[in-house]
């Protein structure tokens, strides 16, 4: 009888080839968008994407950060709005614009580090740090860091934030295109404290997620007349709680999430939320069937 240890060698584990077909390894290797259409395929942390368009990497409001990692490609919606919240920055003195981090690869799809969506060119990263200068070279921008909003223990603000950081993710959440905005709990609960009735609609667009202490995290609807992408349903909570998020699930971040009674539920699971051990692996199969259309076109 073979021993089952030597039967599992054999066939439990991936062959060696295995790694090198990995979708996250084969998407990151793209360096230009597909020569398609424009189109999302799948979902935020499950697709790929056609036909992305580059964020230049200075513009008159903005800044793309952390060049080598070649994630400065959007869908051309999520490119207009993120240069549209640029000015708007700029607008409200904000800095001069924006720091803008890691929106998608050229063709989307998984990554080999890092995020667990922004997979489909709808997700960007937006720096909290606002930028005093427009003209970093590309070797600042891989060398400076941005700023913590949240402080360590993770329960309240720095004193970085202010009214302008918070007119900020108004001007972001309230803009029909964006489905919602991802933030440290801490600032989240800051947004709640005093507002009124005519904040729930925004309010309800800006989300609470495990890290995110140094960006926010803007994720776009699926634009319209885009037949592959998968549009995300309301979260529970959102639904039970009359909309605007200012209640106890909030609140469970700063209290049971960072100190868990025992027997505490576990935490609802987040596609977005940081993973320890860097992000799933995807094998190409994983993905809609279209994304294998992307990574061959030219
Ligand atoms: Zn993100």
Known sequence: MIPRILLCLALCLPAPAM??????????AKQAPSQQDPMPIGSYARGCAA????????????????????RNYG??????????????AA??????????GDISQPRGGPMTSGHAS??????????????????????????????????????SVTEAWGPRAAKLLKIAASDPRVDRV????????????????????WLQKIRPIAGHDTHFHV???CPKGARLCETQKPTVADLSN??????????????????????AKKKPKDDDAPRKKGPREFTLADLPKQCRTVLASD
């Open 19 to 28: 790694a090198e077909n990995l979708a996250n390894k084969l998407f990151g």
């Open 91 to 100: 607008q409200i003195g904000w800095g001069r614009g924006l720091y803008i």
């Open 219 to 221: 994720r776009l609807k």
């Open 182 to 201: 991802f933030v440290a709990a801490a600032i989240k609960i800051e947004l709640c404290r005093g507002a009124t009735k005519a904040d729930k609609k």
């Open 118 to 155: 922004h997979q489909i060119g709808l997700d960007a990263d937006i720096w909290w740090l606002a930028p005093q200068r427009l003209d970093l070279s590309a070797k600042a921008r891989e060398n400076i860091s941005s700023i913590p909003m949240r402080s360590a223990d993770q329960r």
């Open 51 to 70: 036909g992305l368009v580059e964020l230049p990497e200075t513009g008159p409001t903005w800044q793309a950060m952390r060049l080598s990692r070649g």
């Open 242 to 263: 009359g909309g605007d998020g200012c209640d106890d699930t909030l609140t469970w971040w700063v209290t049971d999430y960072l100190n868990p009674p025992k027997g």
């Open 75 to 88: 869908h051309p919606a999520m490119i207009g709005f993120l240069i549209e919240l640029s000015q708007a």
